[in-house]
């Protein structure tokens, strides 16, 4: 590396080292060194002592939010404007229009800033991005590449002139902000940030060699030496008690010394449910409807409570109140919170790709980039793997309790079919099927995590039930104005072979008449799923090579054989 001296002419870090004396600053003991990279970085002169006072920078020389807000406001917006944008974007957006004037006083520290930021996953090309799909880290980039729109286009429509500056020159300025800014804290006044210069130049450690504050007696920033320094040496401060994930956001690195994965379990009732708004209420109260899962597991507990309140009776008093006192309800709820939590992560575990998969699959050139995206996803399937190792085991002891006795004869007068609400959510998620039908027919578990975790009401889960016995379920969706989809048909192993399956479609077939539908029903079975085409082609069905996906077979069921009869129950009863 080496040192810029004051005697190189024109060079943009000589002229900010005279534009920062001018203004103030008072540094002796620093140098500006170029690594081999090109990136820049502080060290020693001289030698230091410990305590020694190695930078004074006044906060004339350092870009702060409450200068931003204030020019902001001569350009017209309001508080009201002004308080619904992010803190850093109120600084990127004066930053861009003092770095467009050729006369701006800021030019000599607008001139040092890097032009690119290759290194920060905001800019990072698709092939880098693509193995993070389904982990939390591309959700947290995904949120910041929108909070940057939205708040472009708030500073767009504010102010037109501000569309001079195109989305990328604003994500540019945004990472400028991020990565660079430091905290003013003034007795009895709000908290600014400030772009301090050289101050941005120093490195991360957690155990630094410098200490910075802000100095409200000299109204400037100060760095003050915490260890004796030999000339040459390199210097560092913190950059803060930060987690892995945003040190990797702003700054592009890792901090190896702070590796903390995080995963992310959204949930919410299911819609429709009686007590949807109430539930939703004390889900926010937990902090919800995202619960964010750290390494030590810290946060399990309330997304426990969370799922204990959308899948339980919220109108019954004594569950509401176990539930808020974080305690356990009965077995068979529990099983159902332990099975929703088993589903879910052993969906995100297929999901995101191992990291040596995801090397193979994108055939990437494995640089610094892309080995901190495959630490990340490695860390996040780890945690996965310990999040689901964590979740007790009862679903199968319960299941095994409530087991049927087996029946050679029942009296199929006794079944009906059941709209699906909160309450019989406990009982669907013990059906099973044999192992033989298990690649065909996904787990009970997963139309549920579809409506508390997905909240998908595009399709409606009915219940078979014979007598009080949940036996039995199938779902409901609209496929087209004129079709209606029939999916995920099982009968518990337990009930199999009596008939049940053969009455609840046609019951199904028998509503959709009696509600005057007049279209045609559709469905998707696996091709090896020999038993259940014999089944579907029985009852009129016809194979549909259009709706084919993958390795199942689309189905069709013609209008002609669901001719309207006088409407006695509409397809809404369920």
């Known amino acids: 590396m080496s040192a810029v001296s004051l005697s190189e002419a024109n060079h943009p870090i000589r002229n900010l080292l005279i534009w920062l004396k001018h203004a103030g600053a008072r540094f002796p003991q620093l140098a500006v060194e170029t690594l081999a990279n090109g990136e820049r970085t502080m060290a020693a002169r001289n030698p230091i002592d410990a305590d020694d006072t190695t930078l004074i920078m006044p906060r004339a020389a350092v870009m702060c939010t409450d200068k931003a807000r204030a020019w902001l406001t001569t350009r017209g917006f309001g508080d009201t404007q002004l308080n619904a944008l992010q803190t850093h974007s109120l600084l990127s957006a004066w930053l861009l229009a003092e770095q467009a004037d050729p006369a701006s006083f800021w030019q000599p520290y607008l001139q040092v800033l890097p032009r690119r930021f290759d290194h920060i996953p905001l800019f990072f090309p698709k092939h880098l991005r693509a193995p993070l799909a389904g982990t939390y880290a591309e959700h947290l980039l995904n949120q910041r590449h929108i909070k940057i729109e939205d708040d472009y286009r708030a ?113 919410t009732a299911p819609a429709g449910d009686p007590q949807e708004v109430a539930k939703n209420a004390f889900i926010a109260q937990l902090g919800g409807p995202q619960f964010v899962i750290g390494e030590d597991l810290n946060g399990l507990e309330k997304l426990r409570q969370a799922l204990r309140c959308c899948l339980g009776d919220w109108a019954n008093y004594a569950v509401r109140h176990r539930v808020r006192a974080g305690e356990a309800l009965d077995p068979a709820a529990e099983a159902m919170v332990a099975t929703a939590l088993t589903d879910h992560c052993t969906a995100a575990l297929a999901r995101i790709p191992a990291p040596l998969a995801a090397c193979q699959k994108y055939g990437a050139r494995v640089d610094s980039r892309l080995q901190s995206v495959l630490k990340i996803v490695a860390g996040e399937r780890a945690l996965w793997r310990r999040l689901l190792n964590a979740t007790p085991r009862e679903v199968n002891t319960v299941a095994k309790e409530t087991a049927m006795p087996n029946k050679s004869n029942i009296d199929l007068n006794q079944c009906s079919l059941v709209k699906v609400t909160h309450q019989h959510w406990p009982a669907l998620c013990r059906l099973r099927v044999r192992q033989d039908q298990q690649r065909f027919v996904p787990n009970p578990i997963e139309l549920m995590r579809k409506q508390v975790f997905a909240k998908d009401p595009s399709m409606r889960v009915v219940a078979i039930y014979h007598d009080k016995q949940a036996v039995g379920l199938f779902g409901v969706g609209a496929g087209t104005a004129d079709e209606v989809w029939f999916s995920h048909f099982l009968v518990d192993e337990s009930w199999q072979g009596r008939g049940i399956g053969r009455w609840a479609f046609a019951s199904f077939l028998k509503l959709l008449k009696s509600s005057g539908y007049t279209g045609a029903v559709g469905l998707n079975v696996h091709r090896d799923n020999t038993a259940m085409i014999h089944f579907y082609t029985q009852q009129g069905f016809t194979f549909a090579p259009q709706n084919n996906v993958g390795d199942h077979l689309g189905m069709l069921l013609s209008p002609g054989l669901l001719a309207p009869q006088a409407p006695t129950q509409s397809v809404g009863s369920f």
């Not at 429509?157 to 990328?168: E, I, K, V």
């Not at 940030?193 to 957690?206: M, T």
């Not at 003050?224 to 956001?249: C, H, M, Q, V």
């Open 155 to 267: 500073l767009c429509a504010g102010d037109p002139s501000f569309a001079r500056f195109t989305l990328q020159q604003f994500q540019w300025a945004m990472t400028v902000t991020a990565s660079r800014c430091f905290a003013l804290h003034q007795a009895g006044q709000p908290q600014v940030l400030g772009l301090v210069p050289l101050l941005d130049l120093f490195n991360h450690q957690h155990q630094p060699n410098q200490r910075w504050c802000y100095d409200n007696d000299r109204d400037a920033f100060t760095l003050t030496s915490a260890d004796p320094i030999a000339t040459g040496e390199t210097l560092s401060i913190s950059y803060g008690r930060k987690n892995d994930l945003r040190f990797w956001l702003h700054y592009g690195f890792l901090d190896s010394d702070n590796t903390q994965p995080r995963v992310a379990v959204t949930v």
